[in-house]
């Protein structure tokens, strides 16, 4: 017998839907949302099924579309599908195929969502997928906000089976003949979530039996905790920051009167998408030269004599704006691309078309841009600043071409590297580095 009772109580307590609204459920074809379409014809609820055909696994994504397609016409329920080429896709957008798949997903599914008129989305996500999600927050870092696993509901998106196990799933569908595909490459430890899935966590259970309950037990109070920093949070902004004409103005001293300073001012700029250590960068900073710069990829950072000025980067500026994220090998400049690798040798070659950088004065993400009015830096070899304009006066450059020159910047605002010419002095490598980014400038 199906949980009937058990899932209709979860929506209700969560607030997931009311009986008059229209559902989109995202069905692969497994058996965690072939459960799912089941619960809802059988609960009576008004849903449609959308599938992603992706292509990356020859005759059985095939095989997959076709199931999801026989189901929707068994529940007799409408049927949505796309195909998409997921590699052309994380080529164009320096995306791994994990990530790209799930872009294309997300943005197709809210197209559909409004197109017709559905109220929101449902994914079968359960209790494991939410511990697999903490577990990876906390192996890469994370704010608190990383620690709630899996919300039930996040603006259109909606998760009604994380009142179960993956082992109460696996249950369910095999007492109830539930018919679904399996997915070979969920079985691949070449994806992290996979290899928490099928390494770490059989080695946590063995530890705790009742691993999912007591996973399911911290996560509500890791967002309990969370609801009571916001509030913290809400009440702290209110009273130190100010905002004139769209600039947001954090006083100095109130920013080192915080306790905890770093959680507290983390918080305080998680809507200005600034990453952890850039956050790090500002609080060193605040003491220092007064116009020193910070960047995400959507606001500027900038310490102004008493306060930290947070602006937003002209629209322009943040579309001409590309980033490098840690993982990143190559990033496409126009007619230029620039390739990404690192060593732990700390030798050197003496080429202007390469930059061996110390990899430890990095701070992610890192900025390529174009030349923009008061950039400087210091040229390699040299202890003084020089205005960027001087310098490509001084190296030949040609007018038209000073304004097409790569420039990678760090995430603290400095110049790294002017592409293709001379590196900053500060970030050279010297007997105490221990790895090297090299960057190489390559035409396309």
């Known amino acids: 017998m199906l949980p009937l009772q058990q899932f209709t109580n979860y929506i209700k307590k969560n607030a997931l ?30 849903f449609s099924i959308a599938h992603c055909n992706f292509n990356l696994r020859g005759d059985e994504s095939q095989r997959d579309e076709a199931f999801v397609k026989l189901l929707a016409t068994n529940l007799e329920v409408p049927f949505h599908v796309i195909h998409f ?51 990876l927050n906390l192996t890469r870092g994370t704010g608190i906000s990383g620690m709630h696993g899996i919300l039930p509901k996040r603006d259109k998106l909606l998760r009604p089976l994380l009142f179960l196990s993956r082992q109460e799933i696996d249950k369910l ?28 966590i059989p080695q946590l259970r063995e530890i705790n039996p009742n691993l999912e309950h007591t996973f399911s037990q911290n996560i509500n109070r890791f967002a309990e905790t969370e609801e009571v920093l916001q509030g913290v949070i809400t009440q702290t902004r209110k009273e130190i920051v100010r905002e004139v004409d769209g600039v947001a103005y954090f006083p100095i001293e109130k920013i080192n009167a915080l306790r905890p300073q770093k959680l507290l001012f983390f918080e305080l700029l998680k809507p200005y998408h600034f990453t952890d250590k850039v956050v790090d960068e500002i609080l060193e900073s605040l003491n220092k030269q007064s116009g020193t710069s910070f960047y995400s990829h959507t606001h500027r950072a900038t310490i102004n004599r008493n306060d930290v000025m947070i602006s937003t980067l002209p629209k322009e500026q943040a579309h001409k704006n590309q980033f490098i994220h840690p993982k990143d090998q190559r990033i496409l400049v126009e007619n230029q691309q620039i390739l990404i690798s ?63 020159i790569p420039l990678i910047i760090n995430g603290n ?32």
């Open 17 to 46: 839907f009311s009986n008059q609204d229209k559902i989109l459920l995202a069905v692969s074809g497994g058996k965690d949302s072939a459960l799912m379409a089941q619960l809802f014809k059988l609960a009576g609820f008004q």
């Open 85 to 135: 080429d997921a590699k052309v896709y994380a080529n164009e957008h320096q995306l791994s195929i994990q990530m790209a798949a799930r872009d294309l997903r997300y943005q197709w599914f809210e197209t559909i969502r409004q197109e017709n008129d559905y109220s929101f989305i449902a994914l079968a996500h359960h209790q494991n997928d939410s511990i697999e999600t903490l577990l």
């Open 413 to 444: 605002g400095e110049i790294i590297w002017v592409a293709g010419l001379r590196q900053d002095n500060r970030y050279k490598v010297n007997a105490t580095t221990k790895k090297v980014a090299i960057f190489e400038l390559l035409n396309t």
């Open 173 to 200: 569908v095999k007492e109830n003949d539930i018919d679904f595909v399996e997915d070979s490459s969920n079985e691949s430890t070449k994806y992290a979530r996979n290899k928490i899935r099928l390494t770490v």
């Open 342 to 404: 690192y060593t732990t040798s700390n030798g050197v070659e003496d080429n202007r078309n390469k930059a061996f950088i110390d990899a430890n004065k990095l701070i992610f993400p890192l900025v390529i841009r174009f030349k923009q009015d008061g950039d400087r830096f210091m040229p390699l070899g040299m202890k003084q600043f020089k205005k960027l304009s001087d310098f490509l006066i001084d190296s030949k450059v040609p007018l038209p071409q000073k304004g097409k």
